[in-house]
């Protein structure tokens, strides 16, 4: 089920596996043990398509990897430390999403079985950051086994657990590994897994150093076999209908959960709204607003005053991503990678032209300006479009370095400088009741941004992503 | 270490000579601008710079999509390389540009949209260095520092339109001058041959540059390999 061959990773010049062969037959349950820094994460990382492997042979599932990643995903569990749900969202909505990415029929039925596997039918209704940590990995275990996949992947997920929540998950673990599944488990701990596992690999300096089979574990099984009722299929869950989740219906799930998930909160729009009232206020002050200035300085205060709460609002929703891990969860389904990144820009688009629709009628009346003009409204959508278009790209990146809290403006503006440039221009054009003629070499300029940085961002998005 | 190839040193021979000569030609061959006089000198010193700039950042994103194509590091080396260099001989451009803008234009700066659009690209690239100090992992460094650099060329090719996009006062030395740019001359003979001596010796002399900074790139890397030998 699952063949490694002479498996190489290097980051850099530093080599993290040195040609490690792993094999694992189908139903099989086995303990990777090591220390810290041993390269567990990563090997399991690569197992989840969510790395590439430098050199060597992956085949999970009887697909090949990297080539066949997304045959891998659609066959594929993973669980982790961190939990890959949206804290934003109730239990229920969580899977929902991530049913809806992993195209899983009859959704609901599916839904409501995992619940009660997991023990939270009762809190189906309740924000998933409201949860304990124990609540959360049992929910993290549910959305790994939502569509139903043929192999499981456990990265430590013991991690930060007490005793009780612990002994709760380890039977969880041992049900759904039950189902005749095959499972790869990470762990430091050899007394956490020895009742789980069949096998235990030691990886040590990049290759596994040692292998062993416990002895126990086969009458363990056994016995928790026979207690089990005896059903005809291996799996006692209903079967799963999947469909392979389209390119347009990953992206409707990923601009629902992000609008769900800020509707309830309404943390990203807040702070993007009252950003842009204070811009607005602050360039009052700074400009000594006389009606001659006021028509001049319009189009630049609106667009600065876009592009500084656009910026919080990329930045957020991106941080809202990489929190919980929900960035790897997103990889993780069997989509096309430029779908995440469609679903990310439409989410963001949507929130910036919420912003604008609040700040225009605002501006309007502090500043006794009409900007209800069709051809200005025009030109605000297609600035808004080049901006999340290249924005959302960039904070994909930002989102990833250590300088998170302050570089995304940094990549950004210089970037995006010539749409604003031309977006002020057509908007100056425009309420200035400039012939169209005259305004049309700036519209252009901005519909031919917009398509280059789209298609060049779409290019890339996959470069941005993995790893 | 490995010492210096010898055609490495025989290029830095002939960049010092090259620019010796450049010198010569500017002061002593090229004759004085009428209008201008000696201020006009500074013109084979601003478009040989902004020359070299210009193809460093072209150098950096053809070296940033073969990295993406590759995955190898070398590639990152060389991008690395041609961005530090560019930024320099931009810089250089620009600061030789207010100084000829001053008597031509009668300030240092405008904001007329090529010195915009060039101050812009700096900023590009200035922005592309601190993106690189924020990631450790030199796998990722690497990508993300392609992908910037390639999303950042979308601004070359914009300082060189904007010329024709935007009504401006900056002269279109080469090329039809527009009605609006101030600053422009006619160019003899000699002051083009001058000129095209300064763009030769200035590509020379980034050529040298370049491969010195590659060389250091390596051993660098060279370095952190005999460190990560030495802790495992």
Known sequence: MIAVKKLVKRFGLKTVLRGLNFEVPEGEFVALLGPNGSGKTTFLRILASLSRPTLGEVCVAGYRLPIQASAVRRNLGVVSHLPLLYGDLTAEENLRFYGRMYGVLELSQRINEILELVGLTSRRRDLVRTFSRGMQQRLAIGRAILHDPEVLLFDEPHTGLDQDACDMLDRLLREVAGQGRTVVMTSHDLARVEDLASRFDVLSRGVISASASCSTFTVRRWQADMDRPQTTDHRPSSIVHRRSSGFLNAIGAIVWKDLAAELRSRELLSAMLVFALLVILIFNFALELDPLTRRVATPGILWATFAFAGTLGLNRSMAVEKDRGCLDGLLLAPVDRSAIYFGKTLSNLAFMLIVEVVVLPVYSVLYNTNLFNPGLIVVILLGSVGYVAVGTLLSSMAVQTRTRDVLLPILLFPVVIPILIAAVKASSGFLQGLALTEVMPYINLLIVYDVIFTAVAYMVFDYVVEE | ?232
Request: hydrophobic share 55%.
């Open chain 2, 1 to 232: 270490m490995k010492p210096q190839p010898i055609i490495l040193k025989v290029l830095n021979v002939i960049s010092v000579l090259l620019f010796l000569a450049a010198l010569g030609m500017v002061f002593l061959y090229a004759p004085l601008e009428a209008t201008m006089n000696y201020v006009q000198k500074i013109f084979y010193f601003h478009i040989a710079n902004a020359w070299v700039g210009m193809l460093g950042f072209i150098a950096a994103a053809v070296a940033g999509v073969v990295y993406l194509i590759k995955h190898d590091q070398k590639w990152d080396i060389i991008e690395l390389a041609a961005v530090e260099i560019s930024l320099v001989f931009f810089l250089i451009a620009i600061a030789a540009g207010s100084i000829w803008a001053r008597p031509s234009w009668g300030a240092y700066w405008t904001w007329e949209p090529r010195l915009t659009t060039a101050a812009i690209l700096e900023m590009v690239y200035i922005s592309y260095l601190l993106l690189r100090q924020g990631i450790d992992d030199p796998d990722r460094r690497a990508r993300f520092s392609a992908v910037y650099t390639l999303v950042g060329a979308i601004s070359i090719p914009i300082t060189f339109m904007s010329i024709r996009l935007f009504r401006t006062i900056h002269p279109v030395v080469i090329g039809t001058n527009s009605a609006a740019s101030q600053g422009s001359f006619d160019m003899t003979s000699k002051m083009l041959a001058t000129m095209f001596f300064a763009l030769f010796t200035f590509s020379v002399i980034f050529v040298n540059l370049f491969w010195h900074r590659i060389r250091l790139g390596q051993l660098a890397q060279q370095v952190e390999q005999l460190k990560l030998e030495e802790l495992q």
